[in-house]
């Protein structure tokens, strides 16, 4: 028979999942605006829009930003959110997620 799984951790409740999602939210959106930042010297334009030729190229490199943010942390077993409401990330065996 398996035993319980061995958690360091109590499990967050709503209101702090919450509340990092907002926090890390603003975060994101910080990451991708600077990210944007050189190709809109690039390109000398606010916008990429639906019409130009590098549009998927762009919203790929921004969904690239987001997954590298996330994977960053995620692997390290928090995001900044997670860490200013100390909710942690960890695998069922009660440990880092590899």
């Not at 549009?55 to 995001?79: D, E, H, K, N, S």
Request: net charge positive.
């Amino acid at each position: 028979m398996d035993s319980p799984p061995n958690r360091k951790h109590p499990t967050a409740g709503f209101f702090r999942r919450m509340a990092a999602t907002t926090y890390d939210a603003f975060l994101v959106a910080a990451i991708l605006l600077f990210a944007h930042l050189p190709l809109q010297l690039l390109f000398d334009t606010i916008a990429i829009g639906p019409e130009h030729p590098w549009r998927p190229a762009y919203q790929l490199y921004l969904i690239g930003v987001w997954f590298l943010y996330f994977g960053w942390c995620w692997m390290r077993g928090q995001t900044l959110g997670m860490r200013a409401w100390r909710i942690y990330l960890q695998g069922e065996n009660g440990k880092a997620v590899t």
